[in-house]
């Protein structure tokens, strides 16, 4: 019975999402991304260990979440330039003196140049981590909490590019109306 269930869930489920239209957001990039992507990465200096966590994940977020392929500079038809501006901790809660918690405020700024347009963000994410009492743990935490932020920069700046295709997209749809109209 329960199996039944699943399925009649799952079946709801796929329903709903063809019937409302959704499409995922690789197809609203592939809008302004058309062909291969180059991908650069400037690093704040302080920070140099996180030059190739951002390059890994531009990278995989291009072949698996834009469906797009990667190419030398020289070959590319698109280029993303993300730069790290460098993070600031700020201090969140204290117990008995001692700072518990903070929040890391990473800062990047995404360039995404096509042949026919060219977009820039700038993104500030946060990312809240308790402190350990040892110091080479706590080091770790701050690594991770950098790299955790910067995931989250990376998501919303596929948010941003998905946005500007499927701006993209309505543009060229009311464009060919406006041109069936007046025919």
């Known amino acids: 019975m329960q199996k039944y269930k699943s399925m009649i869930i799952m079946g709801f489920v796929l329903l709903l999402l063809v019937g409302c239209g959704y499409k995922p957001s690789a197809q609203y990039i592939q809008h302004i991304m058309k062909g291969s992507v180059y991908v650069e990465v400037q690093v704040d200096p302080k920070e140099p260990e996180n030059a ?13 979440r834009f469906k797009g392929s990667l190419a030398p500079k020289n070959q590319a038809t698109n280029f993303i330039v993300a730069s790290y501006e460098g993070t600031s901790f700020n201090p969140v809660s204290y117990s008995n003196g ?20 060219v977009f820039k963000r700038s993104i500030k994410s946060e990312v809240e981590e308790n402190i350990s009492a040892s110091s080479r743990l706590s080091s770790a935490l701050r690594i991770e909490a950098i790299r955790r932020g910067m995931a989250k920069a990376l998501d919303q700046f596929l948010a941003y590019a998905s946005t500007q295709g499927l701006l993209t997209e309505e543009f060229h749809k009311a464009q060919m109306i406006q041109q069936q109209q007046q025919q």
Request: aromatic share 12%; hydrophobic share 35%; no cysteine.
């Open 52 to 64: 190739s966590y951002v390059k890994d994940a531009l990278h995989q977020m291009i072949l698996t």
């Open 98 to 117: 001692y700072i518990t918690r903070y929040r890391a405020d990473i800062q990047m700024e995404f360039e995404l140049r096509t042949p026919d347009r």
